[in-house]
């Protein structure tokens, strides 16, 4: 499929986050209230404000503490689960871009109630303004679309962050997996084939976050299954509401 994608190496994040600041300063994002909570991260999770978060995971390998740093953000997907959930409270709620792949809300996805699009999110994605408006990172369509490369990729000082065609992000994403297999034998790529924001983490997904990988591999399958399962029953109850 082609349109654009993201390759993040995570073994090249200094967790500097200049990614996340980017972001918000180009979205125009207020700052969040926030307090510390024991941990470097912050703020705690994504929210309204924050559409991009370098995650901080401190774990042990060979007696050694270790960080793994994950910069948190929408990936996009190839057949996005929360555009059915949206989708069956209002039309018109979700942009999914042909050109790009972008996956972009609107505001009338306030219609739709942020429990459910979550829900549907196997990366816990999306958040919800004070007004309902859903969001999350649009990957900067309007600087891609005025050939701009996304604002949290034109900062990163250490190449962690990268941005291209499909076909260029998907080849230079499996060889940096490729030279590093040797020294990291489980070092790998997370769900490739599904989303447009392409991870490579050298450990278990799990100690970079919780819903760094889909749920089982196939969360993405199994949502948005249920999600086309379920659509025609809530356009109905809708259409009932609405007469």
Avoid at 46 to 61: H, I, M, P, Q, Y
């Amino acid at each position: 499929m082609a349109g654009m994608s993201f390759f993040i190496d995570t073994t090249r994040c200094t967790a500097c986050r200049g990614c996340q600041i980017a972001c918000k300063n180009w979205n125009q994002n207020g700052a969040s209230m926030t307090k510390n909570l024991g941990s470097h991260q912050n703020p705690p999770d994504l929210d309204a404000n924050t559409f991009k978060l370098v995650r901080f995971s401190e774990s042990e390998v060979n007696g050694k503490p270790v960080w793994y740093f994950f910069a948190d953000q929408c990936r996009h997907c190839l057949e996005p689960p929360c555009m059915d959930a949206i989708a069956g409270y209002v039309d018109g709620g979700v942009i999914h871009d042909e050109e790009t792949g972008a996956v972009v809300y609107t505001d009338k996805s306030k219609e739709a109630p942020i429990d459910d699009v979550r829900e549907a999110c196997p990366y816990d994605i999306p958040r919800a303004r004070e007004d309902g408006r859903i969001v999350k990172c649009t990957m900067c369509l309007d600087r891609v679309k005025n050939g701009l490369i996304p604002a949290c990729v034109k900062v990163c000082p250490t190449q962690a962050m990268n941005f291209g065609t499909r076909e260029s992000m998907l080849e230079l994403a499996q060889k940096r997996l490729a030279d590093l297999k040797a020294k990291y034998p489980k070092a790998q790529l997370l769900n490739p084939q599904e989303v447009r924001v392409i991870y490579l983490v050298v450990d278990d997904p799990t100690k970079y976050h919780s819903h760094a990988v889909a749920s089982l591999g196939s969360g993405i399958d199994r949502k948005l299954a249920l999600r086309r399962l379920f659509k025609p029953a809530k356009t109905m109850a809708r259409a009932l509401t609405l007469g």
